[in-house]
């Protein structure tokens, strides 16, 4: 059983940056494909960016050159950081983890809300 908790939300203006940390429980943190996912009120949730256990990354078109993900073994730790900020990335953002690289993610964190403000 993977335990994630995701930290670092806030309000943020237009143009500002964020760093979010998703800390994971267990000790095969480094085999695990790890995600980031966002829901903005009203809207199904979607996909954000993704780095795998050989730390790949993947990102949605909407955030690419403006997010980072990044992952800390030693930590046991996945980070987001994001850049230039618009209120188009207001949204809870959520920390996932998966067993492979690829399919369904089995384990989600609560949450957490990023707000910007223009």
């Known amino acids: 059983q993977v335990q994630l908790v995701e930290s670092g939300g806030g309000l943020v203006q237009a143009g500002g940056s964020l760093t979010l940390s998703c800390a994971a429980s267990?000790?095969?943190?480094?085999?695990?494909?790890m995600g980031w996912f966002r829901q903005a009120p009203g809207k199904e949730r979607e996909f954000v960016a993704r780095i795998t256990s050989g730390t790949n990354t993947y990102y949605a078109d909407s955030v690419k050159g403006r997010f980072t993900i990044s992952r800390d073994n030693a930590k046991n730790t996945v980070y987001l950081q994001m850049n230039s900020l618009t209120p188009e990335d207001t949204a809870v953002y959520y920390c996932a983890a998966r067993r492979t690289n690829s399919g369904s993610y089995n384990y989600w964190g609560q949450g957490t809300q990023v707000t910007v403000s223009s």
């Open positions: 267990g000790r095969t943190f480094s085999n695990y494909g």
